[in-house]
């Protein structure tokens, strides 16, 4: 019991002197216009660098990141049905993809996969 408490203690302190040193090490200096600049090979910049970006396309980047981390997320489950097949783990996949393909019918049919219109 009471190592468990020292564990916990221990993983504490370290992890608050962790953020406390990011904290101190990430402080920022006085903010100026030429550091916020953009640096074009010593010019002034002859535009913004800061141009509108889509929304639609930012949307469907992070959908595509979604869906991609939850195929890797499979790949697992695959490789170990092939030593050993679970009532369990079956049922824990089928879940799985089930929700999975319930979220892409969702975004289908919110309109987040239509890239024109």
């Known amino acids: 019991m009471l190592s468990a408490f020292i564990s916990s203690l221990f993983a504490i302190v370290v992890s608050s002197l962790m953020m406390l040193m990011a904290w101190i090490l990430s402080a920022?200096?006085?903010k100026d216009r030429e550091k916020g600049s953009s640096f074009?090979?010593?010019?002034d910049p002859m535009g913004s660098a800061r141009l509108p970006f889509s929304l639609r396309f930012f949307l469907l980047a992070v959908i595509f990141l979604i869906f991609d981390v939850e195929i890797v997320l499979l790949f697992p489950i695959i490789i170990g049905s092939f030593y050993q097949i679970n009532f369990f783990i079956f049922i824990g996949t089928a879940t799985f993809l089930f929700i999975l393909i319930l979220g892409l019918f969702h975004e289908w049919n919110e309109g987040s996969l239509d890239w024109m219109g």
Do not use: D
């Not at 074009?40 to 010019?43: A, D, H, I, M, V």
């Open 40 to 43: 074009e090979c010593g010019f």
């Open 28 to 30: 920022r200096g006085s």
